[in-house]
């Protein structure tokens, strides 16, 4: 079959039409694995006219390295869809989650994409078996497992830990996945025998990093099974004690979601307790940050007084000075050092109090909003 065929190029609205017209129920489910895959490409289309088939939509990425799947489908359809993984022995049995809270309605296409990785992690080594992960751990065991003494590691990046993690967990400061794997190994150099338990959101991450450890000689790797999301619902339905504490960072709106009442955290601008996270509201900026709500409002919801200078603009000056500024779209971009940006903010207090404004290249004083003339009045912005 032509592969310029196995794709849908219908226009969004179109699609939403058929969907809403389907009517059948749908459910959502995700699941993964790593496992050496050959022939990648002639697998995508293969799977592409296999899964259209059955009503899936969704998006997919497949890897040398394994799979990585969230899709929909007719609810009537999940046996088939079962045999049909099963009949492939790279994805028999693959374990998925169904999506308890879903309308069924999150995917309008089905998209398989062919990717280095299924999960991006900046690790330049690829020589090592990723199908060769540490143990699979269940929540009790989990637990018991802490009690003996076990080294829990938080396999998440620092922003994450930063309103919630395992008692005691060991926390690593790198802001990416590769830093932080690497200095997990330098945190275990010479003591490759240590029993360590890793953990991260969904459990994902850990497959990676396992098989990394055990790829660098460490024998006892364990790992938190579903993650922190599976650990919560089973603590509860079991009434095991929640050794997580706090909140549980997750990548939608919500930004997190409370596990138990711990606060763990600590504002970044005052270093009050805190555990409330939240994005630096001026749009240019949008940093993640650990922010009490007193400092929320002294803040306007900003990061810096430089930031809340611009975000208390009248809106229309604000549209003038972010012309040919990017603003950021990802949320998950955090304040790294909130010691310097205590630092920061201190200094840009005194030049505040010094100048009245962190930007004088605004001039107010040749501002007119009333005429409109707001882009006129600003100087041209020099890239
Ligand atoms: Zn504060
Ligand atoms: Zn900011």
């Given at each position: 079959?032509?592969?310029?065929?196995l794709?849908?190029?219908?226009?969004?609205?179109?699609?939403?039409?058929?969907?809403?017209?389907?009517?059948?129920?749908?459910?959502?489910?995700?699941?993964?694995?790593?496992?050496?895959?050959?022939?990648?490409?002639?697998?995508?289309?293969?799977?592409?006219?296999?899964?259209?088939?059955?009503?899936?939509?969704?998006?997919?990425?497949?890897?040398?390295?394994?799979i990585?799947?969230?899709?929909?489908?007719?609810?009537?359809?999940?046996?088939?869809?079962?045999?049909?993984?099963d009949a492939?022995?790279?994805f028999?049995?693959?374990?998925?989650?169904?999506?308890?809270?879903?309308?069924?309605?999150?995917?309008?296409?089905l998209?398989?994409?062919?990717?280095?990785?299924i999960?991006?992690?900046?690790?330049?080594?690829?020589?090592?078996?990723?199908?060769?992960?540490?143990?699979?751990?269940?929540?009790?065991?989990?637990?018991?497992?802490?009690?003996?003494?076990?080294?829990?590691?938080?396999?998440?990046?620092?922003?994450?830990c930063?309103?919630?993690?395992?008692?005691?967990?060991?926390?690593?400061?790198?802001?990416?996945?590769?830093?932080?794997?690497?200095?997990?190994?330098?945190?275990?150099h010479?003591?490759?025998?240590?029993?360590?338990?890793?953990y991260?959101?969904?459990?994902?991450?850990?497959?990676?990093?396992?098989?990394?450890?055990?790829?660098?000689?460490?024998?006892h790797?364990?790992?938190?099974h579903?993650?922190?999301?599976?650990?919560?619902r089973?603590?509860k339905?079991?009434?095991?004690?929640?050794?997580?504490?706090?909140?549980?960072?997750?990548?939608?709106e919500?930004?997190?979601?409370?596990?138990?009442?711990?606060?763990?955290?600590t504002?970044?601008?005052?270093?009050a307790?805190?555990?409330?996270?939240?994005?630096?509201?001026?749009?240019?900026?949008?940093m993640?940050l650990?922010?009490?709500?007193?400092?929320?409002?002294?803040?306007?919801?900003?990061?810096?007084?430089?930031?809340?200078?611009?975000?208390?603009?009248?809106?229309?000056?604000?549209?003038?000075?972010?012309?040919?500024?990017?603003?950021?779209?990802?949320?998950?971009?955090?304040?790294?050092?909130?010691?310097?940006?205590?630092?920061?903010?201190?200094?840009?207090?005194?030049?505040?109090?010094?100048?009245?404004?962190?930007?004088?290249?605004?001039?107010?004083?040749?501002?007119?909003?009333?005429?409109?003339e707001?882009?006129?009045?600003?100087?041209?912005?020099?890239?």
């Open positions: 079959m032509d592969p310029h065929r794709r849908n190029l219908l226009h969004p609205d179109l699609l939403h039409a058929r969907l809403e017209q389907e009517g059948r129920p749908r459910t959502t489910l995700s699941f993964y694995r790593y496992v050496r895959l050959e022939e990648v490409e002639d697998l995508r289309h293969a799977l592409y006219a296999e899964w259209e088939a059955l009503g899936v939509l969704g998006r997919v990425y497949l890897a040398a390295e394994g990585n799947a969230q899709v929909s489908l007719p609810t009537e359809n999940l046996d088939r869809f079962r045999s049909a993984l492939r022995p790279e028999r049995a693959v374990p998925w989650k169904i999506a308890v809270e879903d309308d069924g309605r999150s995917f309008l296409k998209i398989i994409k062919v990717k280095k990785k999960v991006a992690d900046g690790l330049a080594d690829d020589a090592f078996d990723v199908t060769n992960v540490g143990e699979h751990l269940d929540a009790a065991t989990f637990n018991q497992k802490m009690k003996e003494g076990a080294l829990v590691i938080d396999m998440r990046n620092n922003y994450e930063a309103i919630g993690h395992f008692e005691g967990a060991y926390l690593p400061k790198a802001d990416t996945f590769r830093g932080a794997i690497e200095e997990v190994r330098e945190m275990l010479g003591r490759q025998e240590q029993e360590v338990l890793l991260c959101t969904g459990g994902i991450r850990c497959e990676k990093a396992s098989a990394y450890l055990k790829h660098h000689g460490h024998t790797v364990g790992q938190l579903g993650g922190i999301i599976d650990y919560a089973q603590v339905a079991q009434g095991l004690k929640s050794k997580y504490l706090g909140q549980n960072f997750v990548f939608d919500r930004l997190a979601e409370r596990i138990t009442d711990d606060v763990v955290g504002c970044m601008q005052c270093g307790a805190c555990d409330r996270i939240s994005n630096c509201h001026e749009a240019t900026c949008n993640l650990v922010q009490c709500p007193a400092c929320a409002e002294k803040y306007a919801d900003c990061c810096s007084p430089s930031c809340r200078e611009i975000h208390q603009l009248p809106m229309e000056a604000q549209r003038a000075w972010r012309k040919g500024r990017s603003t950021r779209s990802t949320k998950t971009k955090a304040i790294n050092d909130p010691e310097g940006l205590r630092r920061r903010i201190r200094e840009e207090e005194e030049l505040l109090a010094l100048n009245g404004t962190l930007h004088p290249e605004l001039k107010p004083d040749e501002w007119s909003i009333a005429n409109g707001w882009e006129n009045a600003l100087p041209p912005i020099h890239h």
